[in-house]
């Protein structure tokens, strides 16, 4: 009966924790490519064949039973509590955030200038060796690689201070105080190597599909402006007549507006 209660108190939790991260990724993704921006290639493998919204259930459905069956089995007996609803999830909060800048971030330049970015990190990566390519991407990511190796140090340093130190309890402690805060600490340690690894996961995507024509950077979003004749040479006419090194157009995305050239 306690491995049942367990088990669905595990289930409960962590879906509740993944459906967030779940809705996050789709704001993330609303306006972007989920080829060039989704780190798990799992998702973005089910999505070509059943869709966003069925990958996530199919997802949800695989990974919460385990992990709930994980807890239930194993966790609960040896703690005592459903630990790894929380381990798991607390994986699924870090991305929520993550997933949320990218959103907002987005929305501030907008999707296109965020995908032009992403080309231009795709045309300089595609010009650089394997060395080459490793090392711009440690530098764009530095402080994400710091925090890796700084967590992988303080974990292997925690543990083996742990070994010399031999703790008392005085009076009972809270099974919940005890576990769970060396957990979160965990989890947020080991979440940057797992950002940095998907880093170099999505750029490697990033790559393949940039060799697709269809796919290539220098197409993809790239803005088209239909002007007439008569604007272009109306425009070169008053910069001759100017003495101007430039023109200016000035753009706007209504079609019952028309375009304003500036001669500078």
Same mark, same amino acid.
């Given at each position: 009966?306690?491995? +049942?209660?367990?088990?669905?108190?595990?289930?409960?939790?962590?879906?509740?924790?993944?459906?967030?991260?779940?809705?996050?990724?789709?704001?993330?993704?609303?306006?972007?490519? +989920?080829?060039?921006?989704?780190?798990?290639?799992?998702?973005?493998?089910?999505?070509?064949?059943?869709?966003?919204?069925?990958?996530?259930?199919?997802?949800?459905?695989?990974?919460?039973?385990?992990?709930?069956?994980?807890?239930?089995?194993?966790?609960?007996?040896?703690?005592?509590?459903?630990?790894?609803?929380?381990?798991?999830?607390?994986?699924?909060?870090?991305?929520?955030?993550?997933?949320?800048?990218?959103?907002?971030?987005?929305?501030?330049?907008?999707?296109?200038?965020?995908?032009?970015?992403?080309?231009?990190?795709?045309?300089?990566?595609?010009?650089?060796?394997?060395?080459?390519?490793?090392?711009?991407?440690?530098?764009?990511?530095?402080?994400?690689?710091?925090?890796?190796?700084?967590?992988?140090?303080?974990?292997?340093?925690?543990?083996?201070?742990?070994?010399?130190?031999?703790?008392?309890?005085?009076?009972?402690?809270?099974?919940?105080?005890?576990?769970?805060?060396?957990?979160?600490?965990?989890?947020?340690?080991?979440?940057?190597?797992?950002?940095?690894?998907?880093?170099?996961?999505?750029?490697? =995507?990033?790559?393949?599909?940039?060799?697709?024509?269809?796919?290539?950077?220098?197409?993809?979003?790239?803005?088209?402006?239909?002007?007439?004749?008569?604007?272009?040479?109306?425009?070169?006419?008053?910069?001759?007549?100017?003495?101007?090194?430039?023109?200016?157009?000035?753009?706007? =995305?209504?079609?019952?507006?028309?375009?304003?050239?500036?001669?500078?």
């Amino acid at each position: 009966m306690d491995a +049942i209660l367990a088990y669905f108190y595990s289930l409960a939790t962590y879906s509740c924790f993944q459906f967030f991260d779940m809705y996050s990724t789709k704001l993330a993704l609303s306006k972007l490519q +989920i080829e060039k921006h989704e780190i798990n290639p799992l998702l973005v493998f089910l999505n070509k064949r059943i869709g966003i919204n069925a990958s996530f259930l199919l997802m949800w459905f695989v990974i919460a039973n385990s992990v709930a069956a994980f807890d239930a089995l194993y966790i609960q007996n040896i703690f005592g509590l459903t630990l790894a609803c929380f381990f798991f999830g607390m994986f699924h909060v870090f991305a929520v955030f993550n997933n949320l800048q990218i959103h907002f971030e987005t929305q501030f330049v907008g999707a296109d200038n965020f995908e032009r970015n992403t080309e231009f990190l795709i045309r300089e990566l595609r010009n650089r060796s394997s060395f080459g390519k490793v090392a711009l991407l440690l530098r764009l990511n530095l402080f994400s690689v710091f925090l890796s190796l700084f967590g992988i140090a303080t974990l292997f340093l925690s543990i083996q201070l742990l070994n010399f130190l031999q703790f008392r309890l005085v009076e009972p402690i809270n099974a919940f105080l005890l576990y769970f805060p060396p957990m979160m600490i965990l989890a947020l340690i080991l979440f940057f190597p797992v950002k940095v690894f998907g880093m170099f996961v999505i750029c490697r =995507r990033r790559l393949q599909l940039s060799k697709s024509p269809d796919n290539s950077p220098q197409n993809d979003h790239a803005p088209l402006v239909s002007l007439s004749v008569d604007v272009l040479e109306t425009a070169l006419k008053d910069a001759r007549v100017n003495n101007a090194k430039y023109v200016q157009f000035s753009l706007t =995305r209504k079609e019952d507006q028309e375009t304003e050239c500036n001669s500078q």
